[in-house]
């Protein structure tokens, strides 16, 4: 027997080795209760056909599961649940993926391939081997997942794995496209034409190499090769019970292609903590990054806080971050930091607005300055309203005064920019009337080009932390500017929230 039919035969026999491993099923009962389950998962009755001996019993329970839609799958499911941490879960859940993944990209050397994708190593570190294979995973699926499953731990599990993976209309069956990247990253070049070899059998049997030959995924490979800027995005959502209490939920995005974030797990954390878990999330981002394997070239780590209006005031910038000694430098020193507006995000009635003047800054048709707020008059904000509303070419603006309360001026002209979708609003966190922070906004945005704002920001902070003489560093403009730099196409939260203003 040879070629697929071989490969059939392995898989079944290696099925049946593992489940004869599980404690689970070494007794008669057990078997039977297996049984029962799986009769009722299928809808009809599963007949051991009179088999006494253990092995045969077992074997044929899997040539039946084989023959049922996804009948493998639910085989895998009962053992789990009959034998929750089973070592053989992980044998049987491969097992199971390269059963499917043998039907979905059917070749007569299958087992020859199983040898080689098993000869791979793309690192000599089991972490740096699995950052690679995770980057294979996000350029598969084009970001729509983002992890292998816990037991893959291989270029052969995972590319059994994506197997199950669904092709984006108009693509390329995800696990072609890992193998690709596999093939890309493998030192042996004789190894990896034999890899692609197998890409170029199966193009030529589903009749699309012409996807093959485009590849729009190695143009994202080498984009994701050039010096680019890693988003950390982190939101602080406070406890409508505790004040002093917060759920802090952060994003990575190092895809250039578009904004796919890697949404991490929320944690709670109360007001004084904040300060030491943002730290923690930067060190770990920057670990990671500093490995070097399957990331970007990175000039810099971005990185945004979403806050409430309540937090919008407080200079985060200069939150501390640790260092090798007991010195701490702020956070101004090594990232660009802006901020957005939860309450914005949350008041979806006006995103179409918003939409509509990032177009205009992306597409830098917009005036060379901003709009500068002068409250005055008792319909000021009514005409402010106007103004905003009447030229679409406004895309930023300046408050009058630093954020107070949610009865304060500098509210309602948010409110009012909020409304006409103004993106870019700036203030300075002590005195918006004061001559160095109005000389310091007239410079950065004298040649209009606003899109570089964050950047010139950051370098005015750097610039203000260089500054040596405690007087002239005090009325440095950079000590206390604040930025919200909203983009819409970037919303951490898809979801939709309580309008603005309502609570």
Not at 291 to 310: C, D
Not at 445 to 452: P, R, T, V, Y
Request: net charge negative; glycine share 6%.
């Amino acid at each position: 027997m040879v070629g697929a039919d071989a490969a059939q035969l392995r898989i079944q026999r290696d099925f049946v080795d593992a489940l004869e491993r599980c404690d689970a099923l070494r007794a008669e009962g057990d078997r039977q209760l297996l049984v029962n389950i799986l009769s009722d998962a299928f809808r009809e009755v599963v007949s051991l056909r009179g088999h006494v001996a253990a092995r045969v019993q077992l074997l044929e329970l899997v040539r039946f599961c084989c023959k049922q839609p996804e009948g493998l799958h639910t085989l895998v499911q009962v053992v789990q649940t009959l034998e929750p941490r089973a070592p053989e879960c992980v044998v049987l859940s491969c097992l199971c993926d390269e059963w499917y993944a043998m039907k979905a990209l059917p070749t007569e050397d299958w087992d020859r391939l199983r040898e080689a994708l098993l000869s791979v190593r793309l690192a000599d570190e089991a972490a740096d081997e699995m950052r690679v294979l995770r980057h294979a995973v996000r350029t598969a699926t084009g970001s729509r997942v983002h992890e292998l499953a816990a037991y893959c731990c291989s270029a052969w599990t995972g590319f059994v794995f994506m197997a199950g993976a669904n092709a984006a209309p108009g693509g390329l069956p995800p696990a072609m496209i890992f193998l690709d990247c596999v093939a890309e990253q493998v030192a042996d070049r004789s190894l990896a034409s034999q890899l692609r070899r197998w890409n170029r059998r199966w193009a030529e049997k589903f009749e699309v190499t012409d996807r093959l030959d485009a590849a729009p995924w190695r143009s994202t490979q080498e984009d994701a090769k050039q010096i680019s800027v890693v988003y950390l995005v982190i939101q602080l959502d406070p406890d409508p019970t505790d004040r002093d209490q917060f759920m802090l939920t952060h994003w990575r995005q190092w895809d250039a292609s578009g904004w796919r974030p890697q949404r991490q797990p929320g944690v709670a954390v109360s007001r004084r903590d904040l300060e030491r878990e943002i730290d923690r999330l930067i060190s770990d981002l920057e670990c990671e990054l500093g490995t070097g394997l399957a990331k970007p070239q990175v000039g810099s780590i971005f990185l945004e806080f979403v806050v409430s209006w309540e937090m919008l005031n407080t200079p985060i910038e200069f939150w501390r971050k640790a260092s090798m000694s007991s010195d701490t430098v702020p956070l101004a020193v090594d990232h660009p930091v802006v901020l957005r507006s939860l309450d914005r995000m949350r008041a979806t009635r006006h995103h179409l607005a918003w939409r509509r003047r990032w177009g205009a800054l992306s597409g830098q048709s917009v005036a060379n300055r901003p709009y500068w707020s002068q409250p005055s008059g008792l319909e000021y904000f009514t005409r402010l309203a106007a103004e905003l509303s009447a030229n679409e070419h406004i895309v930023s603006m300046v408050l009058s005064e630093p954020p107070g309360d949610r009865d304060s001026v500098a509210w309602r002209e948010v409110t009012m920019a909020f409304r006409a979708g103004i993106p870019a609003i700036l203030w300075d966190r002590e005195d918006c009337s004061g001559e160095e922070f109005r000389e310091a906004v007239g410079a950065m945005l004298s040649d209009g080009e606003l899109h570089q704002l964050p950047q010139r920001v950051a370098a005015l902070r750097r610039d203000a932390l260089r500054t040596s003489e405690p007087a002239s560093r005090s009325r440095h403009a950079g000590r206390s500017i604040a930025l919200l730099w909203d983009d819409p196409d970037r919303l951490p939260e898809p979801r939709s929230g309580p309008e603005l203003g309502s609570g």
